[in-house]
């Protein structure tokens, strides 16, 4: 294991370079760099949770546009563009619901497109420059949230947190743990539950990981253990990330969060979100038109290596689900904090 935390992903060399991540899968038993070369191992990687994460998803794509570009001959702008095309919709198929993929491709095929005259090469160098902003302006996200979000912490407490939201997720240093990270640096003494989260279990393995790195105390809880940690006063409050907001707030995030929040409510326990400007889809009036991932089968009948559901028997695996806006108490952004959350007040901040 590194003694140092290591970039969750980073663009070595210039051009033409490699996209070079921690193999997310691997963790916490290795830790192993990948270095990717091709568009399809940049598609691989999302598609398999390599990399994931909605903020970490969009820098990938960002990235993954130049792996896809470079090293081919352009004998016109025509060509080139329709490369960009064609690997920016391939790259956008990988997975639906992290909204942030999205926003990067746009933001890529957007800078192409306001210089149509710009030759193959010199274009390539503005698109890596494009990604390296965002890749860049994601870690001041990040660093922002945890500022904003500081004031919402116990001085003392539990809190607990749902998937990994964390430097593994994004660019920086993560969006919910970024919080947690900048209260715990501030000297707010928070104990941090982190729910295993089924079925691949990011709480157990990724989010334990990151904290147990960064010194802030950890207690890796099952997911069906929430409401008994909650009832028994353990959780002053509860804070995940997201992959899509809606415009009236309602936000998907890893399946499993809406129960969290629902039970945080019985509770009386204050449910927060953190994420980025990226992370909403102002195009949405609400979480019903977010699309869910579904996913394989494998991953819950044949986790980790052990059968667990007999053979032949049905098996639904959404990835995600989404909190309805009045569940949840403020929204942490990198602007400043969304509260009360509704149409109006997502707007104000965010349009
Ligand atoms: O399927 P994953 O691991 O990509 O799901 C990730 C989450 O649900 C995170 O909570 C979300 O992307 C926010 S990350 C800052």
């Given at each position: 294991?590194?003694?140092?935390?290591?970039?969750?992903?980073?663009w070595?060399g210039?051009l033409p370079?490699?996209?070079?991540?921690?193999?997310?899968?691997?963790?916490?038993?290795?830790?192993?760099?990948i270095?990717?070369?091709t568009?399809?191992?940049?598609?691989?990687a999302?598609k398999?949770?390599?990399?994931?994460?909605?903020?970490?998803?969009?820098?990938?794509?960002?990235?993954?546009?130049?792996?896809?570009?470079?090293?081919r001959?352009?004998?016109?702008?025509?060509?080139?563009?329709?490369?960009?095309?064609?690997?920016?919709?391939?790259?956008?198929?990988?997975?639906?619901?992290?909204v942030?993929?999205?926003?990067?491709?746009?933001?890529?095929?957007?800078?192409?497109?306001a210089?149509?005259?710009?030759?193959?090469?010199?274009?390539?160098?503005?698109?890596?420059?494009?990604?390296?902003?965002i890749?860049?302006?994601?870690?001041a996200?990040?660093?922002?949230?945890?500022?904003?979000g500081?004031?919402?912490?116990?001085?003392?407490?539990?809190?607990?947190t749902?998937?990994?939201?964390?430097?593994?997720a994004?660019?920086?240093?993560?969006?919910?743990l970024?919080?947690?990270?900048a209260?715990?640096?501030?000297?707010?003494?928070?104990h941090?539950?982190?729910?295993?989260?089924?079925?691949?279990?990011?709480?157990?393995?990724?989010?334990?990981?990151?904290?147990?790195?960064?010194g802030?105390p950890?207690?890796?809880?099952?997911?069906?253990?929430?409401?008994?940690?909650?009832?028994?006063?353990?959780?002053?409050a509860?804070?995940?990330?997201?992959?899509?907001?809606?415009?009236?707030?309602d936000?998907a995030?890893?399946?499993?969060?809406?129960?969290?929040?629902?039970?945080?409510q019985?509770?009386?326990i204050?449910f927060y979100?953190?994420?980025?400007?990226?992370t909403?889809?102002?195009?949405?009036?609400?979480?019903a038109?977010i699309?869910?991932?579904?996913?394989?089968?494998?991953?819950?009948?044949n986790?980790?290596?052990?059968?667990?559901?007999?053979?032949?028997?049905?098996?639904?695996?959404?990835?995600?689900?989404?909190?309805?806006?009045?569940?949840?108490r403020?929204?942490i952004?990198?602007?400043?904090?969304?509260?009360p959350v509704?149409?109006?007040?997502?707007?104000?901040?965010?349009?």
């Amino acid at each position: 294991m590194p003694t140092k935390i290591p970039r969750t992903l980073q663009w070595v060399g210039d051009l033409p370079g490699t996209l070079r991540m921690i193999d997310q899968t691997k963790l916490p038993v290795e830790f192993l760099e990948i270095d990717l070369t091709t568009v399809e191992q940049v598609w691989e990687a999302i598609k398999m949770l390599r990399v994931r994460g909605a903020p970490a998803i969009g820098v990938s794509a960002a990235y993954g546009t130049i792996v896809g570009l470079q090293g081919r001959a352009y004998s016109t702008r025509a060509d080139f563009d329709a490369r960009l095309a064609e690997v920016t919709s391939y790259l956008a198929s990988s997975r639906p619901t992290a909204v942030n993929l999205f926003w990067a491709l746009d933001r890529m095929r957007a800078v192409a497109a306001a210089e149509t005259q710009t030759d193959p090469d010199t274009m390539l160098a503005r698109l890596l420059g494009e990604a390296r902003a965002i890749d860049v302006e994601d870690q001041a996200m990040c660093r922002a949230m945890g500022q904003h979000g500081i004031a919402l912490m116990p001085e003392q407490g539990g809190v607990l947190t749902h998937c990994n939201a964390g430097g593994l997720a994004t660019a920086g240093d993560g969006t919910a743990l970024s919080v947690l990270f900048a209260a715990h640096a501030a000297g707010r003494k928070i104990h941090v539950f982190a729910d295993e989260t089924r079925p691949l279990l990011q709480g157990a393995r990724l989010t334990a990981w990151e904290l147990q790195q960064r010194g802030v105390p950890v207690t890796v809880i099952c997911d069906s253990m929430a409401a008994v940690a909650m009832r028994d006063g353990k959780v002053s409050a509860v804070i995940t990330g997201a992959d899509r907001i809606a415009s009236n707030g309602d936000a998907a995030n890893k399946i499993g969060t809406y129960s969290i929040a629902v039970l945080a409510q019985a509770h009386g326990i204050p449910f927060y979100v953190a994420a980025p400007s990226s992370t909403f889809d102002m195009s949405l009036g609400s979480g019903a038109e977010i699309p869910i991932e579904e996913r394989d089968r494998e991953e819950i009948a044949n986790g980790m290596g052990r059968q667990t559901v007999p053979d032949g028997v049905d098996v639904w695996n959404p990835a995600f689900d989404v909190t309805p806006a009045r569940l949840i108490r403020a929204i942490i952004t990198e602007r400043g904090v969304i509260d009360p959350v509704n149409l109006a007040t997502v707007r104000e901040m965010i349009s």
